[in-house]
């Protein structure tokens, strides 16, 4: 199946995801045809440089046509544009996707502007680094972790089968749940602590310019982690944030809830409370690392 998947990919977006993709579709498609579609005329010549597409323009509706497969790997945000634009340029039969974070906001952006003979799958690969750009992707960022598929009960099993076989081929675990489902789960997992470590590191800065100097100087592990998840892109995590706000709110509220306990048990001094608590949240790494997700 894998020879015959797509004759022809068009990728609009070609940062750290698209780019990653095109690169297993490379190396485990080598048949297939790749149209990389960005903004910048600098990226576009990077992508020639690194042999990331066998064409490359600057317009997702020449990218889109013929097109097998078109993934849309850029920010939230221009979702519904990109839609619009591709819409016309669609063959009968092909297969949308994306690799968005939010696959509610996805949904509503990009399927009312599709044509009724094309297949919307939206996916999300549960992969990343904090860096940017075509330079910064790998085929094997994707090796061992999650894609999650949220098409409707309405789509063709066939794309979906489709879109599956492209994530597999990457070496992600493919699986599918409505997209409201994901949205609660990701703002659990990716976007609060996004959140929170934007505000740590943004708080950091804060500080006189003699203690932020130190900060930099002795960071523990710690200040270290968030500053790395803290160096993600800006624009990619303000659309998020503004597209899953629902979620992210409720659970906001929830962790501001937990932190005011904390502060009181420190307050009064109850160890107890404290113990029992990093107890309690150490369980949940030791659960990551046998889930192979560290």
Known sequence: MAGALFDRVAIVGIGLIGSSLARVIRRDLPQTRIVACARRAETLAAVRRLGLADETTDDPAAAAEGADLVVLATPLSAYGPLARRIAPALKPGAIVTDVGSVKEAAIADIAPALPTNAHFVPGHPVAGTEHSGPEA??????ADRWCILTPSPETDPAAVAKVRALWELARMRVVTMPAEHHDKVLAVTSHLPHLIAY?????ATELGEDLQSEVVAYSAGGFRDFTRI?????VMWRDIFLANSDAVLELLQRFSEDLTALQRAIRRGDGDTLHEWFTRTRAIRRS???AKQA
């Open 199 to 203: 505000t740590i590191v943004g708080t």
């Open 288 to 290: 990551i690392i046998e």
């Open 230 to 234: 803290a160096a993600s892109d800006p």
């Open 137 to 142: 992707g790998f085929a094997e960022m994707f």
